[in-house]
């Protein structure tokens, strides 16, 4: 079936540098969704891209969708501890949603 | 609005045992999905229930079953615990269901001894 792979699983950056997560899917998507879950909390719905070589910005977070729409990236600028906490990407083919394995980020100050 | 609240937070059972877990949307959500969240495997999903019927299923064995009721509550059942179900389970809800936007309960914490 259709998967949505993520990567790193992991990532541990001092305060203020840059961040990463990548979300790749076999398959095209209708859209791809990005949820953030704090430690000991549930996943919060973050944004929702929707269309070929979207960028959408919320402060320090970029989120991009690919031209095939078959990956995407979350990119934090100037990590602070408030940002610690697990990044799920979320893939639809058209039905259901499919949601990668996330990506666990540590900031130390 | 309130949020989705899932009850109960805590159950400990033991292997053999069934469990029953209760959520309940948003108001005016109808479509109300489950997930189950282990360290190893992320987010997978089991099911989803709108206007009381299951549209869609994930790849999880029949002992877990759900059900959905007139008033959009969802329950979810599992038979003959096994220790590999222990998890957190995330029931989530929105209006029409699909690819929109879920909104997350807080879980319940299930361990199998």
């Known amino acids: 079936g259709q998967q949505v792979m993520q990567i790193p699983q992991y990532q541990h950056v001092q305060e203020g540098e840059d961040f990463t997560t990548y979300c790749n899917s076999s398959t095209t998507l209708s859209n791809i969704q990005w949820y953030k879950q704090r430690p000991g909390g549930h996943p919060v719905f973050l944004i929702q891209l929707v269309k070929s070589g979207e960028v959408k910005k919320q402060k320090r977070l970029t989120f991009q969708f690919g031209e095939a729409k078959k990956n995407s990236s979350l990119h934090i600028t100037a990590t602070q501890t408030t940002d610690v906490g697990t990044y799920f990407c979320a893939g639809s083919p058209g039905y259901a949603l499919n949601f990668g394995k996330g990506t666990s980020l540590l900031v130390t100050p | 609005k309130a949020g989705v609240t899932q009850t109960p937070r805590y159950l400990i059972k033991t292997r053999g045992q069934q469990v029953t877990l209760s959520c309940s949307p948003i108001?005016?959500?109808?479509?109300v999905s489950w997930y189950q969240q282990t360290p190893g495997q992320g987010l997978q999903f089991l099911f989803e229930?709108?206007?009381?019927?299951?549209?869609n299923k994930g790849n999880f064995p029949g002992r877990f079953s759900g059900r959905q009721f007139s008033n959009s509550r969802s329950e979810m059942n599992v038979s003959t615990l096994e220790l590999g179900d222990s998890a957190l389970y995330l029931c989530a809800s929105n209006y029409g269901g699909g690819t929109d936007t879920q909104y997350f309960g807080p879980g319940t914490r299930l361990t199998v001894l």
């Open positions: 229930y709108f206007s009381e019927t299951q549209r």
């Open positions: 108001s005016g959500h109808r479509s």
